[in-house]
Structure formats: structure tokens, C-alpha cells
């Protein structure tokens, strides 16, 4: 375990080295912030209309919700350019024997990958928190609903993080990487729109599949044990995955 924390260490480090990760933390920020504002005025806008309606959905559900779903977007196309680099610098520079050489383990090796990048999207949602939490200036908020709205987007980052890391072990090319990381979260995040329509059964498929379901649950404030177990599986699969990967790699050497 100790291992893994210096290797996380070390990628966090090497993170904010590069100008990409101040970048991407900077721009990320602005337009979330700038939805941020767009929502609390909307909010202003309604208010006066909400006075009059009984049970009328408060400032978590109009302010906090749909930042949540557009901070999962932005970070959507944000989460490829970071993971890219992971193992694909590693096989374009050639330093993987350095590592095979190391008493690592594969495990080892992409759990600490994978916690680093992991604490640079944790900073991120610490960031994004910010937001909501400000508002407490000026009323109450839904603390459930917006500890489950942070656990789906943790669960979603991490997922994000997972396949990335993944695709970053089949390339030498982090460009490639990227593309390829953006394909399949793509994919899996209108998965359900492409089986509406075709039966229950097929419906009810890729609706379980799509990972877009399972953090709309959540932004709800409908926790099921369910969708935890999706996240976990999903991450634990593709982790997995990059470790059979990477052993692949260590055989060859």
C-alpha cells in the first residue's frame, strides 16, 4: 500500500508540472462557475412563481441538480485529456521497463496511476462543492440531496477515470488515447437514449448499462444500492483490465 501512495503521489506531482493539468483545472472551473451563476439567476427569475405552488421544488433542486449535470458533461470531455497520458507516455518513452525493474507489482502499478488522477478529479469536486455550499450564505440547502449529487459525480469521475486509464495502456499515442477514452464514455452515456424504443427488454438493458442512468438516480436523490454496484463494478472492471494490460507488457520484456 505504501508503494501505491508513492506512485499516486508521483503522478499527482507530475500532474501539476504540466501546464495541462492548471489548464484544464482553471477552465473547468470558469464554466462551471459561469453555469453556476446562469442557474441562480434562472432560480431569481421563478422564485416569485414557486411562492404559490405547494410543494415547490427548493434551491437544491434548481441550483445544485443541473450544476451536477453539467459539471458531469464539461468533465465528460475534460477526463480524456487527463487520464491520456497515463501508460501511453510510459510505452512512447519506453520507461515501462524502469517500472517492471522496480519490486512493483501490476496492481500495484495502476492502483497508483489510478489514485493520482483520482486526487486531481477529487480537487476538482472539492472545487465544484464550493458552489452550492456558498449559497447556505444566503438560505438552506438539501443536505441529502446535494451529499448524493457529490457521491453520484465522485462515482462518475472515477468511472470516467477507470476507462481512462484503460484505453492509456492499449496506445503509445496519448492523442489516440484520448479519442478513444471520449468513444467509449460517449458511448455508454447515451446508451439508453439508443433503447428507447426498441421493447421493454432491450430498453431495460441498456438502461442498467448506460452510466448516464445511474448518476441521474442519484442527482434525484434516489440512492440504490444498485447503482453503487454498477459504479464499483464498472471501475473494478476496467481496473482489472488495465492491470491484465499491463502484465501483458511485463511478459514481453
Known amino acids: 500500500m505504501k508503494m501505491v501512495t508513492v506512485i499516486a503521489a508521483r503522478e499527482l506531482r507530475t500532474m501539476f508540472l504540466s501546464p495541462l493539468a492548471w489548464t484544464v483545472l482553471a477552465v473547468v472551473q470558469a464554466i462551471i462557475a459561469f453555469q453556476f451563476l446562469v ?15 405547494n410543494n415547490a421544488p427548493g434551491v437544491t433542486e434548481l ?14 470531455l475534460v477526463v480524456p485529456m487527463i487520464t491520456m497520458r497515463l501508460v501511453s507516455d510510459e510505452l512512447r518513452n519506453q520507461t515501462l ?6 519490486p512493483l507489482s501490476m496492481t500495484e ?13 477529487a480537487l476538482v469536486l472539492c472545487l ?18 446535494l451529499a448524493a449529487g457529490l457521491l453520484g459525480l465522485l462515482l462518475l469521475l472515477a468511472s470516467f477515470a477507470a476507462v481512462g486509464l484503460f484505453m492509456s495502456t492499449l496506445t503509445a499515442q496519448p492523442t489516440i488515447a484520448a479519442i478513444a477514452t471520449f468513444g467509449v464514455l460517449l458511448l455508454l452515456w447515451i446508451l439508453d437514449w ?29 440512492f440504490n444500492s444498485a447503482d453503487l454496484a454498477y459504479y464499483l463494478l464498472f471501475i473494478v472492471t476496467f481496473i482489472v483490465l488495465s492491470i491484465r494490460r499491463l502484465d501483458s507488457y511485463r511478459l514481453q520484456h
Open 194 to 222: 439508443a433503447g428507447q424504443g426498441t421493447g421493454e427488454t432491450p430498453s431495460g438493458v441498456f438502461g442498467y448499462l448506460s452510466i448516464l442512468r445511474h448518476y441521474e438516480a442519484l442527482l434525484r436523490g434516489a
Open 63 to 76: 441550483i445544485v441538480s443541473p450544476l451536477f449535470d453539467w459539471a458531469a458533461i464539461v468533465l465528460l
Open 109 to 121: 502499478i495502476i492502483l497508483g496511476k489510478y489514485l493520482g488522477v483520482l486526487g486531481f478529479l
Open 128 to 145: 465544484t462543492a464550493l458552489m452550492p455550499l456558498a449559497l447556505l450564505a444566503g438560505g438552506g440547502l438539501d443536505f441529502g440531496l
Open 97 to 102: 521497463s524502469l517500472l517492471f525493474s522496480a
Open 39 to 53: 442557474q441562480i439567476d434562472f432560480f431569481l427569475q421563478v422564485q416569485p412563481r414557486l411562492a404559490s405552488i
